[in-house]
């Protein structure tokens, strides 16, 4: 698939969908070991900053994509493109982290698959707008 097939509303909507999966990513398994899973929201340090910024990023792209107005003074994809790249960082840091003897899980790899993707769109679409 190329990227440049896709309509700006798409990039919008897929950068918007991957943040809202990163936020349920957040709740699943990312390490464990022996019976223990640890989720994101016990893994990640002030998860509640990267939830807050995904949700936000994730309302700014869908609302652009749906025509909604918002106030002037806020660029949705500029500022979306600003807010992925945090957890993007967190989570990447966290993935190349040692685990301690504990195992990476499922929630670990969708979250950084995710962030990724949300990153890719956001700043395709920031570069298509500058």
Known sequence: MNL????????????????????????LPWYGAGGFDAGGDEVVPSFWIFLLMALAAGGMLAAEAFDIEIH??????KQAALLVLF???VTLAIFLEG????DRKFGLFLA??????????THRLYRDDS
Do not use: D, M, N, Y
């Open 4 to 27: 440049r097939e896709l309509t700006r509303e798409q990039k919008l909507l897929g950068a918007a969908a991957s943040c809202a999966l990163f936020v349920i990513s957040l709740f």
């Open 112 to 121: 950084l698959i995710f962030s990724v993707v949300a990153v890719i769109l």
């Open 87 to 89: 957890p993007f960082v």
């Open 72 to 77: 002037e003074a806020i660029k949705p994809v």
């Open 99 to 102: 685990t301690g003897g504990a």
